[in-house]
């Protein structure tokens, strides 16, 4: 007390130990009362001292010994809560080495004389604010070796990813997210983080950062944290125009399209520099700005960061829209098409001239009649026409005729009347009509032109119609298109270069007759 030894007393099993040596009235106020601890065996003190107690005042609050200290380190700083003129016992593995006093914020600051500090010096500190008793001894701060070397780590890292490595680690690795330590693994080298025993995939949302942390050893600093490594994820949805085995067409942006025919779109998740995001397998809302098949707004679901072929079927005509793409995930992550057109109902006209024969038409629309391009021409024969129990004037040359000259000459027993003009001409496939000269059968020749018309959807979609199989068999094709054919350009697979087209005007009285055209430019016609 005060300095001087007033006595000793032993602690118990527990380690509690009370003294009642003193005589009554010992205190004063402003006593100072401390205690070490003495190893009865050797008869030496085994401890600093205790923290101080003043009679009759209160208890002085802890300082606060700041940041690390490396080995070499001569100043040791810190603070009190109490303010200023607060007096600093400094202890180094609890012997004192000396003392500081606070300025006027509560700041202090020890420099050694003597030496510097030593990896794994524990160091602690005490305080006396004027008016109170000393307080108890502050946290400890440990004496670091050294600052451990700063990891790195590995990038992309991607929304999905089941590992994260660090790398550089050569004791204890922390992998922070978002400045949030997830987990601590012991290795060296490479440390891998594994995805549901580390951290969770859910970690790994889009833009959160990734770093981390090495401690050397159990006296080495904890190294600063590495550089951060943002979060990859899709950036963006790219949708391209593809045919049905999914190669790009038309540089993949979608032309203008026709009701009821399909087409295909490929829808690609990309990540920020453009390249195909393999870890997405997760969904997308797709709409579009039109009515289509299937419905203009559902989910589809990617593999490996592809959609690879998608049917979309238009149900009617819209100008300007486009096909939309938003992750289900993250409503941010969207993507769209180009824009385009979806042709309306058209009304389409062909006139004929030259009086009365045989003509070879074929359907511009999409699931046109007879009854729908005839409207215009008397037929009669078949079952829709003027006059049914007529002879037929309308045929069809079938795909399974033989290929004798004789019965391709016009035979009856080859050629095909229509029996029914409600039914729906083949796309590509070309018939025969015969035009009266008196089309309206009121015993009066009609006068040139017969101009015929009909209103539909326009095909824009290829056409590959049913075709003789026959060897050097017979196709009676026609234009389903709106504009010319180049004959040049046709698919012709099995086929011959050499294609027949039946002119109303040919023939010395304009009687008609097949012309021939060869590929290149040979023959009767010059193009087709």
Same mark, same amino acid.
């Given at each position: 007390?005060?300095?001087?030894?007033?006595?000793?007393?032993?602690?118990?099993?527990?380690?509690?130990?009370?003294?009642?040596?003193?005589?009554?009235?010992?205190?004063?106020?402003?006593?100072?009362?401390?205690?070490?601890?003495?190893?009865?065996?050797?008869?030496?003190?085994?401890?600093?001292?205790?923290?101080?107690?003043?009679?009759?005042?209160?208890?002085?609050?802890?300082?606060?010994?700041?940041?690390?200290?490396?080995?070499?380190?001569?100043?040791?700083?810190?603070?009190?809560?109490?303010?200023?003129?607060?007096?600093?016992?400094?202890?180094?593995?609890?012997?004192?080495?000396?003392?500081?006093?606070?300025?006027?914020?509560?700041?202090?600051?020890?420099?050694?004389?003597?030496?510097?500090?030593?990896?794994?010096?524990?160091?602690?500190?005490?305080?006396?604010?004027?008016?109170?008793?000393?307080?108890?001894?502050?946290?400890?701060?440990?004496?670091?070796?050294?600052?451990?070397?700063?990891?790195?780590?590995?990038?992309?890292?991607?929304?999905?990813?089941?590992?994260?490595?660090?790398?550089?680690?050569?004791?204890?690795?922390?992998?922070?997210?978002?400045?949030?330590?997830?987990?601590?693994?012991?290795?060296?080298?490479?440390?891998?983080?594994?995805?549901?025993?580390?951290? @969770?995939?859910?970690?790994?949302?889009?833009?959160?950062?990734?770093?981390?942390?090495?401690?050397?050893?159990?006296?080495?600093?904890?190294?600063?944290?590495?550089?951060?490594?943002?979060?990859?994820?899709?950036?963006?949805?790219?949708?391209?125009?593809?045919?049905?085995?999914?190669?790009?067409?038309? @540089?993949?942006?979608?032309?203008?399209?026709?009701?009821?025919?399909?087409?295909?779109?490929?829808?690609?998740?990309?990540?920020?520099?453009?390249?195909?995001?393999?870890?997405?397998?997760?969904?997308?809302?797709?709409?579009?700005?039109?009515?289509?098949? $299937?419905?203009?707004?559902?989910?589809?679901?990617?593999?490996?960061?592809?959609?690879?072929?998608?049917?979309?079927?238009?149900?009617?005509?819209?100008?300007?829209?486009?096909?939309?793409?938003?992750?289900?995930?993250? $409503?941010?992550?969207?993507?769209?098409?180009?824009?385009?057109?979806?042709?309306?109902?058209?009304?389409?006209?062909?006139?004929?001239?030259?009086?009365?024969?045989?003509?070879?038409?074929?359907? $511009?629309?999409?699931?046109?009649?007879?009854?729908?391009?005839?409207?215009?021409?008397?037929?009669?024969?078949?079952?829709?026409?003027?006059?049914? $129990?007529?002879?037929?004037?309308?045929?069809?040359?079938?795909?399974?005729?033989?290929?004798?000259?004789?019965?391709?000459?016009?035979?009856?027993?080859?050629?095909?009347?229509?029996?029914?003009?409600?039914?729906?001409?083949?796309?590509?496939?070309?018939?025969?009509?015969?035009?009266?000269?008196?089309?309206?059968?009121?015993?009066?020749?009609?006068?040139?032109?017969?101009?015929?018309?009909?209103?539909?959807?326009?095909?824009?979609?290829?056409?590959?119609?049913?075709?003789?199989?026959?060897?050097?068999?017979?196709?009676?094709?026609?234009?389903?298109?709106?504009?010319?054919?180049?004959?040049?350009?046709?698919?012709?697979?099995?086929?011959?270069?050499?294609?027949?087209?039946? @002119?109303?005007?040919?023939?010395?009285?304009?009687?008609?007759?097949?012309?021939?055209?060869?590929?290149?430019?040979?023959?009767?016609?010059?193009?087709?």
């Amino acid at each position: 007390m005060n300095g001087v030894n007033v006595g000793t007393t032993t602690a118990d099993g527990s380690g509690n130990w009370q003294f009642t040596g003193l005589p009554t009235d010992t205190f004063n106020n402003g006593d100072e009362v401390y205690a070490q601890a003495l190893d009865p065996a050797a008869g030496a003190l085994i401890s600093a001292f205790s923290n101080f107690v003043v009679v009759g005042t209160l208890q002085t609050l802890p300082p606060v010994i700041d940041g690390e200290y490396i080995a070499g380190d001569t100043i040791i700083s810190g603070s009190s809560i109490e303010g200023g003129s607060v007096d600093i016992r400094i202890f180094v593995n609890g012997n004192v080495i000396g003392g500081a006093e606070t300025d006027a914020f509560g700041n202090w600051e020890f420099e050694l004389e003597l030496g510097s500090l030593s990896a794994g010096d524990v160091i602690t500190a005490t305080a006396l604010a004027p008016g109170k008793s000393r307080s108890v001894n502050s946290d400890e701060v440990i004496v670091q070796a050294g600052i451990s070397s700063q990891p790195t780590v590995q990038g992309p890292i991607r929304t999905g990813d089941t590992t994260i490595t660090v790398t550089g680690g050569s004791g204890l690795v922390t992998l922070y997210i978002d400045g949030e330590a997830v987990a601590t693994k012991e290795g060296s080298g490479n440390v891998v983080f594994e995805a549901g025993t580390d951290y @969770d995939l859910g970690d790994l949302y889009r833009g959160a950062t990734v770093t981390a942390t090495n401690k050397d050893g159990e006296f080495s600093g904890e190294s600063e944290e590495s550089d951060g490594v943002t979060v990859e994820s899709v950036e963006t949805f790219l949708i391209e125009y593809v045919d049905s085995e999914g190669n790009i067409l038309n @540089d993949g942006n979608v032309p203008t399209q026709t009701p009821n025919e399909p087409f295909f779109v490929r829808i690609t998740a990309l990540d920020g520099s453009g390249e195909t995001f393999t870890n997405f397998n997760g969904s997308a809302t797709l709409s579009f700005g039109f009515d289509a098949t $299937p419905e203009s707004s559902f989910t589809a679901n990617f593999l490996d960061g592809v959609l690879a072929v998608h049917q979309i079927i238009a149900l009617s005509g819209a100008d300007n829209v486009s096909i939309n793409a938003i992750s289900q995930d993250d $409503p941010t992550i969207s993507g769209d098409s180009n824009t385009f057109d979806i042709l309306g109902e058209s009304e389409f006209d062909v006139t004929l001239s030259l009086g009365a024969c045989w003509r070879a038409l074929s359907s $511009p629309i999409q699931n046109g009649t007879y009854a729908d391009l005839l409207g215009e021409i008397w037929t009669q024969g078949a079952e829709g026409s003027n006059y049914q $129990p007529g002879s037929p004037n309308i045929f069809t040359w079938p795909n399974n005729a033989p290929n004798e000259s004789s019965e391709w000459e016009g035979s009856d027993a080859i050629w095909q009347a229509v029996t029914d003009l409600n039914e729906e001409i083949p796309a590509g496939t070309g018939f025969l009509v015969s035009v009266f000269s008196d089309n309206n059968f009121d015993g009066v020749d009609d006068e040139d032109p017969v101009t015929i018309s009909v209103t539909g959807f326009e095909r824009l979609a290829d056409v590959s119609p049913e075709l003789n199989e026959n060897s050097d068999g017979w196709t009676l094709a026609g234009n389903p298109y709106t504009d010319a054919v180049d004959f040049d350009l046709l698919g012709r697979v099995d086929l011959t270069d050499v294609a027949y087209v039946y @002119d109303r005007s040919a023939g010395g009285d304009n009687s008609g007759a097949w012309l021939s055209y060869s590929v290149g430019g040979g023959g009767d016609l010059q193009t087709v």
